[in-house]
């Protein structure tokens, strides 16, 4: 059955929730303070790149399932559920996550909460903050156990919707059944296509998702790790990930060495756990992640160890770095290895070109020493050595014949290319986690 939702907070999570949810058929009002965001929201347009999502957007403000507001009104009272997805970004100077959008975000919404409304917080948080949260909203609205639970939200950037939509499980932690039944009546059609339900306690669900992207993390350092030992040994780590991956207790996801992880939620995420873990004096347990973190910015360092090598000084030497995005199909810059790359080549030295086929936006204002081009074939020109650091299709498929570098020498920073064809077409071919041969 339709309900009536908010979904507090429009950056990457809270949009494509909002989204998601009209689409399945609630009424949706998306709240967020940033009123240049609603103003793009309202035209359709989610203000960031995400295949699909702003045809989908467009669709569900046509259906009028779908509203956005700049604060919460008469109008939230109505809803049953209020899905929180504020961000809980690093703290400045800390490896801690800054929980403080969400106590305001609770603090905004207590004046405009019914009794029997719940709560839903989606953001990922440090272990241990919903019931702080609950307390806060206890104190603000005069209610003796407001409802508030824990959803915590896997999806990823390059297939938000998809992942929203189809999610491998649900996982909800409550305090009572009436919040595990609102829930369960708003992911009815998710439940109701097989979607694995987990109900858990608050702390459980919120440690979900660390554990999660902590995994995850440390999967891609694992097989970063075996490429600096296959670099050293004369071993093919590629080759060394796809016979693992075939032990299916291993898998073969996430398997992929190069230049690292990157992005808004896994470094972040696995230095918040650390922070967490060390406050409930259990920092030993995930004392590892630190070697995780690290194996993960090394793998920026031995880019430029390879471009020193072959180049000597970087010094006036023109270096292009494909790539700014921390992945590809999605224009987010934040912790993006090939723009660590970028950064750590200038500082060196180099003259750093930097071409990406959306992101370059997000770096202009922020980098304004590295050169930005948008034309791939005139990004090229002059260059003494190529950094491929984000896997984006327009350069796995780019022929290299077309292309006119200064010196034909690039770097294949996450072993995508097809080596043959590029060293047909002159170029030498380096790549992280094993030797090839010129
Ligand atoms: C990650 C998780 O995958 C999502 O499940 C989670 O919901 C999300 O964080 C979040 O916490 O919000 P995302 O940051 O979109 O999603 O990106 P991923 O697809 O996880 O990729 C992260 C980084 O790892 C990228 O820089 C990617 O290039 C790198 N990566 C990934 C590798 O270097 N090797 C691999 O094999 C896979």
Redesign the pocket.
Known sequence: MAMKITVIGLG??GTTHAVAMAKVGHQVIGIEPNQQKIDSLVQGRAGFFEPGLDQELAAQLASGRLTFKQAHDESSRDADIHFICVGTPQSAGSMAADTSYLESAIQALAPFLREDALVVGKS?VPVGTAAKLAQQLAKATGFTSPNLAWNP??????TALE?SLHPDRLVIGVTNPRSEALLREVFAPMIDAGIPFLVTDLATAELV?AA??AF?AT??SF?NAMAEIAEVSGADATELAQAIGYDERIGN??????????????PK?IRALIARAEELGVGESVSYLHEIDKINLRRRDRVITLLTEELGSLSGKRVLVLGAA??PD?DDVRD??ALGIALLARAAGAEVVVHDPIALHGVAVKHPELELEQDLAKAFIGIHAVVLA??WKEYRELDPNTVTPKEKFIIDG?NVLDVARWQQAGFKVLALGRTITN
């Not at 939200?153 to 390059?158: P, V």
């Not at 992929?256 to 808004?264: H, I, L």
């Open positions: 990457y999570l990922t939200e896997f999806l990823r950037e390059g992942d998702k999660a992207n995850l999967k891609i097989i996801k996430f398997l992929r060495n190069g230049v690292g992880f990157g992005g808004g939620c896994l995420d921390f992945k999605s993006s290895p984000t896997e996450r």
